[in-house]
């Protein structure tokens, strides 16, 4: 589907010099002097290097439609995560890299959004929140019970959140995946 150079917007998956870019920030720029643009951030989907471009209204870009699809997390072997297709049944190895810091917050059986291009596997979309437990709590300091201070805590899965002082060990609580910051306790 081809779209002007000046109708990207943020999310926009489109190719460009034969790769694959998802545009990060888009905006458009009227010089006193020449014709108007849009200066677009992009970030290379597969491995994530960035690119600063002018398109103006008279070009125009292939805009990709991207396949989705829910897979559900088996187990990890080696390098790769295993997940499996909601539907077919199929099984798909995908490098750990493709998810990164994220990863550390799969758990069995959970559901996440595989995006492909061609039947490759392109990018992988984590819940918004999910459950810990929290193993490990610093203990909280006289006085400052009263401010709305945090102090860090080791979650289950291995990764350092800052909770709110009420917070103890053995307490499952709520955290964001896309920055490991507390949501809230847990409802059980």
């Given at each position: 589907m081809?779209?002007n150079?000046?109708?990207?917007?943020p999310?926009n998956?489109?190719?460009h010099?034969?790769r694959l870019?998802?545009?990060?920030?888009t905006s458009?720029?009227?010089?006193?002097?020449?014709?108007?643009?849009?200066?677009?951030?992009?970030?290379d989907?597969?491995?994530?290097?960035?690119?600063?471009e002018?398109f103006?209204?008279?070009?125009?870009?292939?805009r990709?439609?991207?396949?989705?699809?829910?897979?559900t997390y088996?187990?990890?072997e080696?390098?790769?995560?295993?997940?499996?297709?909601s539907?077919?049944f199929e099984?798909i190895?995908?490098?750990?890299?493709m998810?990164?810091?994220?990863?550390?917050?799969?758990q069995d059986?959970?559901t996440?959004?595989?995006?492909?291009h061609?039947?490759?596997?392109i990018?992988?979309?984590?819940?918004?929140?999910?459950?810990?437990t929290?193993v490990?709590?610093?203990?909280?300091?006289k006085?400052q019970?009263?401010s709305?201070?945090?102090?860090?805590?080791?979650?289950d899965n291995?990764?350092?959140v800052?909770?709110?002082?009420?917070?103890?060990?053995?307490?499952?609580?709520?955290v964001?995946?896309?920055d490991?910051s507390?949501?809230?306790?847990?409802?059980?």
């Open positions: 081809k779209l150079g000046n109708a990207i917007r999310g998956v489109i190719e010099k034969s870019w998802v545009a990060v920030k458009h720029v009227k010089p006193g002097k020449g014709g108007a643009f849009a200066q677009i951030e992009l970030r989907i597969r491995d994530g290097t960035k690119l600063n002018r103006r209204a008279t070009e125009s870009v292939e990709v439609i991207l396949d989705e699809a829910d897979c088996l187990y990890e080696g390098e790769n995560l295993i997940f499996m297709h539907e077919t099984q190895a995908i490098n750990a890299d998810v990164g810091e994220q990863s550390a917050f799969l059986g959970m996440v959004t595989l995006q492909s061609e039947g490759e596997p990018s992988v979309t984590l819940p918004d929140q999910v459950v810990v929290v490990e709590a610093d203990a909280v300091v006085g019970t009263a709305s201070s945090y102090k860090p805590a080791m979650a291995g990764v350092r800052m909770v709110p002082p009420h917070i103890e060990a053995g307490t499952r609580i709520v964001k995946t896309e490991a507390y949501v809230e306790r847990a409802k059980d």
